[in-house]
């Protein structure tokens, strides 16, 4: 079974009490009104799809309910890295590097 | 079960018969409680435990109770307050007269979930029939408060002693969680 780290619960628990929310990092447009329908269709669909080491965000939903980010490899599903909402992104290539990817 | 903290809180319904009763393990159905799920942000949680009665408390999947009093931890910014049923007024109106105009959300739940309480040596094997969680003393000690999954079910475990687990779910799926832990028993009848 595998295990994911909840950095608000601060515990190992099983995946069946996690979904995962799709890509990390994707900021709303700060101004609305002066997003263009691009804009918008690069904010809700486009997504990179990485093959490899990608940041994720996932929610403990059965659990303390909050949503947090993952560094995970999309190939293995291993997880590298997790750091609470709000963190700023990681250097990707560094954990991979590390993970020896 | 009077050794128990927060025993004046969690005690099995009166009109209920036991849903089982094994020598090992024994199920009850504990009665009526106030529920609040509370959510705020730190600055005001010393005010709102005061208020309440009880600290809440800030280390993940901990609880702290006073006799008729118990604060769960649910998440970083979330909390279930448990209390009996005839406080609910008084703990609901003396919270929200310390927290005026401070930035919080304080909701009744009480009729949201159902608990029954687990007892037993086989207790913790009896409910790792269906949750992924080590209920070991060590990583699980008397206290802990976790939301997680019983089979298909989300439920609430809160350990209230070394053998006595309360185990919450909602309402409506309480047949199939009390239903399954049952079910599981058997296997402990057979041998």
Same mark, same amino acid.
């Given at each position: 079974m595998l295990l994911i780290y909840c950095p608000y619960c601060q515990i190992e628990r099983a995946e069946i009490e996690f979904r995962c929310g799709g890509? $990390?990092?994707? $900021?709303?447009?700060?101004d609305p009104e002066k997003a263009t329908d691009d804009d918008w269709v690069e904010f809700l669909y486009m997504r990179?799809?990485?093959?490899g080491i990608a940041a994720e965000r996932w929610r403990h939903i059965h659990g303390c309910g909050r949503f947090f980010n993952a560094v995970r !490899?999309?190939?293995? !599903?291993?997880?590298?890295k997790v750091y609470k909402t709000g963190e700023a992104k990681p250097d990707l290539e560094a954990i991979a590097r590390e993970a020896g990817k | 079960m009077s050794d128990l903290p927060a025993s004046d809180l969690i005690?099995? /319904?009166?009109g209920e018969a036991a849903i089982l009763g094994l020598a090992s393990v024994s199920i009850l159905k504990a009665a009526p409680l106030t529920r609040l799920s509370f959510r705020a942000r730190e600055a005001s949680l010393k005010k709102a435990g005061t208020a309440f009665g009880v600290a809440l408390p800030v280390k993940p999947l901990t609880s702290t109770t006073t006799a008729k009093r118990a604060a769960l931890w649910m998440g970083p910014d979330e909390w279930t307050l448990l209390a009996p049923e005839e406080d609910l007024q008084a703990v609901a109106v003396g919270i929200e007269g310390k927290l005026d105009g401070e930035p919080h959300a304080l909701v %009744?739940? @009480? /009729?949201?979930s159902d608990a029954v309480i687990v007892t037993g040596e086989r207790a913790a094997w009896l409910l790792n029939t269906g949750i992924?969680? %080590?209920? @070991?003393l060590e990583s699980f000690p008397v206290g802990t408060v976790t939301r997680t999954l019983f089979h298909k079910s989300p439920v609430m475990i809160w350990r209230i002693g070394p053998e006595a687990f309360v185990v919450e779910a909602w309402g409506s799926f309480m047949d199939y969680v009390a239903g399954l832990l049952v079910q599981c028993a058997q296997e402990l009848e057979a041998v």
């Open positions: 890509e $990390a990092h994707i $900021a709303r447009p700060s990179s799809n990485t093959k !490899d999309t190939v293995s !599903d291993e997880f590298l | 005690t099995p /319904d009166a %009744d739940v @009480s /009729d949201r992924f969680v %080590d209920f @070991s």
